[in-house]
């Protein structure tokens, strides 16, 4: 999408606000495509002293899949872009500065390069997720697995007393 700032370049205060629904559903994250339903993109370009500032937060609902446990569950996306927009770049170097094509800015290209650059590398179901026994697959969300721990034979004397003692 692109947006035609030319009523606000040379006005200082004045500002133009912007929204539209993106749809990544055919972008592959890892072999997945999380992006089921439609990014819903926010923003607003504001003149400053002549200085164009352009954020914008871009928000969905992910189908994600967690990376330890393999659950699938749903998870709350949002991530927030800003970039200053110029008629032309006096530092080739600055790249926190868009140029303008004939007054306009691509905002469709910048919040979908902005959304796809804050994905996750690692999805998780929650922080302390436990994951899946290596052994036998069981979800230890769920509690623990039937499988026997290896333990330290320094341990296993304990183990032994303890058990022992509960079937007394
Ligand atoms: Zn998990
Ligand atoms: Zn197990």
Request: proline share 4%.
């Amino acid at each position: 999408m692109l947006l035609d700032v030319k009523s606000i370049l040379h006005t200082p205060g004045k500002s133009l606000s912007f929204q539209f629904e993106m749809d990544l559903s055919g972008m592959e994250f890892g072999g997945r495509y999380p992006v089921s339903r439609p990014v819903a993109v926010e923003g607003s370009v504001r003149n400053t002293a002549d200085v164009l500032e352009l954020e914008l937060t871009a928000r969905t609902t992910l189908d994600a899949v967690c990376d330890r446990c393999g659950k699938a569950f749903s998870q709350e996306k949002e991530i927030s872009y800003g970039c200053l927009l110029a008629e032309e770049l006096q530092n080739e170097e600055n790249d926190e500065i868009v140029v303008l094509e004939d007054g306009k800015a691509d905002v469709g290209d910048l919040a979908r390069t902005a959304f796809v650059l804050g994905m996750d590398t690692k999805t998780l179901c929650s922080e302390d997720c436990k994951g899946l026994c290596p052994r036998c697959g069981a979800d230890l969300n769920l509690g623990p697995c039937s499988c026997k721990k290896e333990v330290d034979p320094r341990l296993a004397v304990l183990a032994k007393l303890l058990e022992n003692k509960e079937n007394e």
